[in-house]
């Protein structure tokens, strides 16, 4: 009957097993583990393809040993070749020490050990480093006490017996183990580097969102159709807190110019106002500077969203307050520029300052959208002009009226509330800064809009 070979995965044991039960499984007559019975693995049949080399240039080909005499074609010169017969292999000589001994064989299939079984089974040897030449020796235990010779330098060698090493102590047993502690400023930095990235991350995520969303179809007036679908929950975070910054700001203000005026009072009084007034004035600035420059990244963003047809905005202000230098520079600069039309003009105006700071203003606004739509245009903060922007609001030109009579609805009303602020006093700050915020990003949104109908 033939049979087949097989194996015990648990225990290692080798046997036979009758060819009819390949694909059952059967127990292990040493451990009682089930033993699959496989098929034996197939030989494959020899090769008749016969290896030819081109007699010009040298390209190896193949061809069937049925047409050995013929002519095989090369296909890289187009040479015709011989197709000899296939030289017998020699066998390679069988050295003598196998036949005179049998120290040397090779194990079968069916009786090779497993590899922890011919590590253990391998003698023991102990490692002695000579004490002259620092050569690494090795002798057995029996040897252990007696002398060995050096095979490099001749010096003796004592063997002396293994030393035992002993176990490493548990961390909390170890009698100079002391616990590093990491310092709570390290930890700090650590916390705030760790939100830093988190907060890259879920930029970048927003970004390629936003990269991933399809701009809706233009509407026939996009300055009156889906202006205020930005304002959602996010924007309205967003605006809580530019009103809360802008009216600490002005209301600080107010106050600090109220002390520094000095009306009324003895001449000690007047020196305490005019020192709190002072200290007052100093927050007010910073506290102002990180407004405007809060507040410049997110016209900015609201500009360059809008002007792609966004419905919503997807990104987000860096909570950085350094990396908003950029933005802050690009808007002070677009309006400084807005202003030098208007101030050009005002000389040629009679000598009457709320004459010539109209004029002023009228040119800023006029020149204000061109510049900060150039700028977008070329992602630059100092490319102030392009001729393009104002051809484009010449072709547009309905849409561009139209903005430009809601900026001046805007601009009126901003000019109400300075003028109920002075009029007033500080408290009138409290709903001036939602208003002026309010104001800030339409104006941002309905100038993005224009610059989205300018691009068609």
């Given at each position: 009957?033939?049979?087949?070979?097989?194996?015990?995965?648990a225990?290692?044991?080798?046997?036979q097993a009758p060819?009819?039960?390949?694909?059952?499984?059967?127990?292990?007559?040493k451990?009682?583990?089930?033993?699959?019975?496989?098929?034996?693995?197939?030989?494959?049949?020899?090769?008749?393809?016969?290896?030819?080399?081109?007699?010009?240039?040298?390209?190896?080909?193949?061809?069937?040993?049925?047409?050995?005499g013929?002519?095989?074609?090369?296909?890289?010169?187009?040479?015709?070749?011989?197709i000899?017969?296939?030289?017998?292999?020699?066998?390679?000589?069988?050295?003598?020490?196998?036949?005179?001994?049998d120290g040397?064989?090779?194990?079968?299939?069916?009786?090779q050990?497993?590899?922890?079984?011919?590590?253990?089974?391998?003698?023991?040897?102990?490692?002695?480093?000579?004490?002259?030449?620092?050569?690494?020796?090795?002798?057995?235990?029996?040897?252990?006490?007696?002398?060995?010779?050096?095979g490099?330098?001749?010096?003796?060698?004592?063997?002396?017996?293994?030393?035992?090493?002993p176990?490493?102590?548990?961390?909390?047993?170890?009698?100079?183990?002391?616990?590093?502690?990491?310092?709570?400023?390290?930890?700090?930095?650590?916390?705030?580097?760790?939100?830093?990235?988190?907060?890259?991350?879920a930029?970048?995520?927003?970004?390629?969102?936003?990269?991933?969303?399809?701009?809706?179809?233009?509407?026939?007036?996009?300055?009156?159709?889906?202006?205020?679908?930005f304002?959602?929950?996010a924007?309205?975070?967003?605006?809580?807190?530019?009103?809360?910054?802008?009216?600490?700001t002005?209301?600080?203000?107010?106050?600090?110019?109220?002390l520094?005026d000095?009306?009324?009072?003895g001449e000690?009084?007047?020196?305490?106002?005019?020192?709190?007034?002072?200290?007052?004035?100093?927050?007010?600035?910073?506290?102002?500077?990180?407004?405007?420059?809060?507040?410049?990244?997110?016209l900015?963003?609201?500009?360059?969203e809008?002007?792609?047809?966004?419905?919503?905005l997807?990104?987000?202000?860096?909570?950085?307050?350094?990396?908003?230098?950029?933005?802050?520079?690009?808007v002070?600069?677009?309006?400084?520029?807005?202003?030098?039309?208007?101030?050009l003009a005002?000389?040629?105006?009679?000598?009457?300052p709320?004459?010539?700071?109209?004029?002023?203003?009228?040119?800023?606004?006029?020149?204000?959208?061109?510049?900060?739509?150039?700028?977008?245009?070329?992602?630059?903060?100092?490319?102030l002009?392009?001729?393009?922007?104002?051809?484009?609001?010449?072709?547009?030109?309905?849409?561009?009226?139209?903005?430009y009579?809601?900026?001046?609805l805007?601009?009126?009303a901003?000019?109400?509330?300075?003028?109920a602020?002075?009029?007033?006093?500080?408290?009138?700050?409290?709903?001036?800064?939602?208003?002026?915020?309010?104001?800030?990003?339409?104006?941002a949104?309905?100038?993005?809009?224009?610059g989205?109908?300018?691009?068609?």
């Amino acid at each position: 009957m033939p049979t087949v070979p097989v194996r015990c995965l648990a225990c290692g044991a080798r046997g036979q097993a009758p060819a009819s039960m390949v694909g059952q499984s059967a127990p292990c007559p040493k451990c009682g583990g089930q033993i699959s019975v496989t098929p034996p693995p197939r030989r494959l049949a020899p090769s008749t393809q016969i290896g030819v080399n081109c007699r010009l240039c040298d390209t190896r080909m193949y061809a069937d040993a049925r047409h050995v005499g013929r002519k095989i074609k090369c296909p890289d010169c187009g040479t015709l070749t011989v197709i000899q017969p296939p030289k017998p292999v020699a066998k390679p000589a069988r050295p003598a020490a196998l036949d005179a001994t049998d120290g040397y064989q090779v194990w079968t299939e069916e009786r090779q050990p497993w590899a922890a079984e011919l590590v253990a089974a391998q003698p023991k040897r102990l490692a002695v480093v000579c004490t002259s030449c620092q050569s690494l020796l090795y002798a057995t235990p029996e040897q252990v006490g007696q002398e060995l010779v050096c095979g490099d330098c001749g010096v003796s060698n004592l063997v002396r017996p293994p030393v035992a090493k002993p176990l490493a102590p548990a961390p909390d047993e170890g009698p100079d183990f002391e616990l590093e502690v990491e310092d709570a400023h390290d930890q700090a930095e650590q916390r705030r580097l760790a939100e830093q990235y988190l907060a890259e991350g879920a930029q970048r995520v927003a970004v390629e969102k936003h990269a991933s969303v399809v701009c809706p179809p233009m509407p026939r007036q996009p300055l009156l159709t889906g202006v205020f679908s930005f304002f959602n929950r996010a924007m309205f975070v967003r605006w809580v807190a530019l009103s809360t910054s802008l009216a600490v700001t002005l209301g600080l203000g107010a106050v600090a110019v109220v002390l520094l005026d000095g009306v009324g009072g003895g001449e000690v009084e007047i020196a305490a106002n005019a020192v709190f007034g002072v200290c007052l004035g100093v927050g007010v600035v910073m506290i102002g500077a990180l407004t405007l420059g809060y507040l410049c990244c997110l016209l900015l963003m609201i500009v360059a969203e809008s002007s792609e047809g966004n419905r919503e905005l997807y990104g987000a202000v860096s909570p950085n307050p350094p990396e908003w230098l950029g933005e802050t520079v690009c808007v002070v600069t677009a309006c400084l520029a807005a202003g030098i039309p208007g101030a050009l003009a005002s000389l040629a105006c009679p000598d009457d300052p709320i004459v010539r700071t109209a004029v002023v203003l009228i040119g800023a606004a006029l020149a204000l959208p061109v510049i900060v739509l150039s700028q977008l245009a070329a992602s630059s903060a100092w490319a102030l002009f392009l001729p393009s922007i104002p051809r484009a609001m010449a072709a547009h030109a309905v849409t561009t009226l139209l903005f430009y009579l809601q900026s001046l609805l805007i601009g009126a009303a901003a000019a109400g509330g300075f003028a109920a602020l002075i009029a007033l006093g500080p408290l009138v700050a409290i709903p001036l800064g939602p208003l002026l915020a309010w104001l800030a990003l339409v104006y941002a949104r309905l100038l993005g809009r224009l610059g989205w109908r300018l691009a068609e």
